[in-house]
Structure formats: structure tokens, C-alpha cells
């Protein structure tokens, strides 16, 4: 077996126990998700469709673009955008469309070349200046580095596998990654891990391989089993931790040419932002099992209990606009199901959702 395969069983054979802690949370909280998954279909839709701006949104403005969230959203529903470049506008459409179409179809979207050719075509599909290399492997050199206010590169984080040597190791890259997840040989997380570490350091194309990264992210998680990826999106919570990210990616990749090649600092980093992810999906779907069992008035003041850190009913009644007598009653009420904590006693008496 060739060096190049050989490296990857070495870096994740023997995952120090912070990584397999993390491992352990984040298939405990995967198998909760799914075993209480009841959403109705009208959940899951709006679930989705703030993933996807959010992802796409996210995902552009880590490598650049200033779309904010609610402009994405114009966006996804045709509106034109005439204040931003039309690079923005372009960038956020594809991303949207590619993601869409991975939530729809990974389970007949294999890791493979021509998968990885076909995601890169789609993603830049409406970006006029990829039109020359969209959908082809890189000819000449890039780098991955932090962009300046003028948008271009400030700070090199890494060099990239030299293009004449890209096909070759993203062929290895794949090989490897076909056969560890077939014959289960490590723990699938791991795996798909050290796929997008590497991806990163290949570089394989001339742009797009953040995102593109990104998007092949969302899909192995999902033919994975990582279902909750739909319902929260990983991309944004790369872009709150941005920092980290570059970070995480240069700590691993500056030892890949030594005899200390490990990518612990990247593991560790990508796991705790797939296990924030889990966490939050699992918040999601204990409120939609709340919203099941609550009236809707019970709801409302739960809900404004979960934006402060207690209050007393006169409170509630004035953030909420809902009759005294109602809010004691539905306190009571969520007294009961262990839903809020009261504190106090008489005049004093004030109330705290409980986690």
C-alpha cells in the first residue's frame, strides 16, 4: 500500500481520549435525536430552509462575501439584490442549490470523483469568473490564506499540494476513504474528518474548495447517519468560530510533511463543532416536544422564560401581553410538568425555566 494511504490509518488509528470522549457525546446525542425524532412536516420544512440560509450565507462570508442572512433569504426567494456584487449574489445562489440537492439526494450521491466533479460544477454554476476551471482540477498553483478588507489574500495559512500532484492524492484521498468507510476500520467521524483535512490541503480546484469542502461536509455526514445536520447548520458554526478554524487547520497541516503528521488539533476542532451542532438539534426537537404538550398561551411564557434568566408573573404579563390570571395558571401548569422552577414565596415569587 502506497505512503500516501498509509498516512491516514496513522493519524486516526489512536485518538487520544479528549477525541474519543467527544466521540461517545456525539453518537449519545445522535442516538436521542433519533429516537425522539416526531417533528411534524412543517417543522422539518422550516428546520431546513433556515439551514440552508444560514449555510449559505455562512459558508460565503467565511471565504468573503457580505451577504447577511436575511439577504440570502431575498435570495432563495428570487428577489434581486442590486446593492451587493453580482460575485455575492452568484456565490450565495450556488451554494444554496448544492446544498439543497445534497439534502435531497446523498443517499445516491457516493464519495467519488465524478460526485466531486459534478458538486464543484453545480456549486459554481452562476459564478462568471469560475467559467474557465468550474468542474476541472486545478492547472496551476493556489494557497489557502485569511482575506483582507480589499479581499484579497493577508495572510497565508498553508501551502497546497502542487497542482501536477493533485489528481494523484486526491485519488488516494478517496480510495482510502471509499474503503475505511465501507469496512467500518475506524470510527466514521474520524474518517470523514481526515477526508476534509486533507481535501483542504490538496486543494484540488482553483476556487471553491472551502465551500466545496463544506458542502461535502454536510454529505458525509448525512450518509452517515448524522441526520440532525438538515436541522442545524454546520456552516454557521464555523463561521462564530472562524478563528479557530484557521487555527485548527494550520496546527494540523504544517506537521503533514514531518514525522509527527497529526491532524489531533483538527480533530479535535471539527468534533466539538459536529457535537455543538448535535446539541443545538437536540434543543430543537425537546421544544417541539414542549410545543406538543403546552397550550399555546403555556408555550408563548415558556418561551419568553427561555430569553430570561427569571421573572416574576407581572413581568411575563407585560412582555407577553397575556391576562394575569392566565400566565398564574399556565406557571402552575409548567410548575407541574417540571418545566419552570418557582422561587420565592408571596410578592417575592419568581420563575425560572429549568434546562
Known amino acids: 500500500m502506497q505512503y500516501g494511504v498509509n498516512k491516514f490509518d496513522h493519524r486516526i488509528s489512536n485518538p487520544d481520549p479528549r477525541i474519543v470522549a467527544l466521540l461517545a457525546e456525539i ?27 444560514t449555510s449559505a450565507g455562512a459558508s460565503t462570508r467565511i471565504e468573503g462575501a457580505k451577504l447577511t442572512d436575511e439577504e440570502v433569504e431575498k435570495v432563495m426567494r428570487g428577489l434581486a439584490i442590486s446593492k451587493f456584487a453580482d460575485r455575492d449574489f452568484q456565490e450565495v445562489q450556488g451554494y ?16 467519488r470523483k465524478s460526485t466531486i466533479m459534478s458538486l464543484h460544477n453545480e456549486l459554481l454554476k452562476y459564478s462568471t469568473k469560475d467559467d474557465t476551471h468550474r468542474g476541472e482540477y486545478k492547472k496551476k498553483e493556489n494557497t489557502v490564506g485569511v482575506l483582507g478588507a480589499d479581499g484579497k489574500v493577508a495572510k497565508i495559512i498553508f501551502e497546497t499540494t502542487p497542482a501536477y500532484l493533485a489528481e494523484k492524492e486526491m485519488q488516494e484521498l478517496l480510495d482510502w476513504t471509499a474503503d475505511a468507510l465501507d469496512k467500518k476500520r475506524f470510527h466514521q467521524l474520524l474518517i470523514i474528518a481526515n477526508f476534509i483535512v486533507e481535501f483542504l490541503k490538496i486543494h484540488l480546484f482553483e476556487d471553491g474548495n472551502g465551500r466545496l469542502s463544506r458542502v461535502i461536509t454536510n454529505l458525509l455526514l448525512l450518509r452517515s447517519g448524522y441526520q440532525f445536520v438538515q436541522y442545524v447548520s454546520h456552516e454557521q458554526i464555523v463561521e462564530h468560530r472562524k478563528d479557530e478554524y484557521y487555527i485548527a487547520l494550520r ?19 471539527f468534533l466539538s463543532v459536529v457535537k455543538e451542532q448535535a446539541a443545538k438539534a437536540l434543543s430543537y426537537l425537546e421544544e417541539e416536544k414542549v410545543e406538543d404538550t403546552l397550550s399555546p398561551k403555556q408555550y408563548e411564557i415558556w418561551k419568553h422564560l427561555s430569553t430570561v434568566s427569571e421573572a416574576a408573573p407581572n413581568e411575563i404579563v407585560k412582555a407577553t401581553s397575556i391576562a394575569l390570571g392566565t400566565v398564574r395558571q ?26
Request: net charge positive; hydrophobic share 40%; aromatic share 8%.
Open 330 to 355: 399556565a406557571l402552575n401548569r409548567l410548575v407541574e410538568l417540571g418545566k419552570v422552577k418557582r422561587i420565592g414565596l408571596g410578592r417575592a415569587t419568581r420563575y425560572v425555566k429549568l434546562l
Open 96 to 111: 444554496l442549490e448544492t446544498l439543497q440537492n445534497v439534502f435531497d439526494g446523498y443517499q445516491i450521491l457516493p464519495l
Open 251 to 269: 496546527k494540523s497541516q504544517e506537521t503533514f510533511l514531518s514525522n509527527g503528521d497529526t491532524i489531533s488539533p483538527w480533530l479535535n476542532f
Open 27 to 53: 453518537d449519545g446525542i445522535r442516538g436521542e435525536f433519533k429516537s425522539g425524532l416526531r417533528m411534524t412536516p412543517k417543522a422539518i420544512t422550516n428546520l431546513r430552509k433556515s439551514t440552508l440560509i
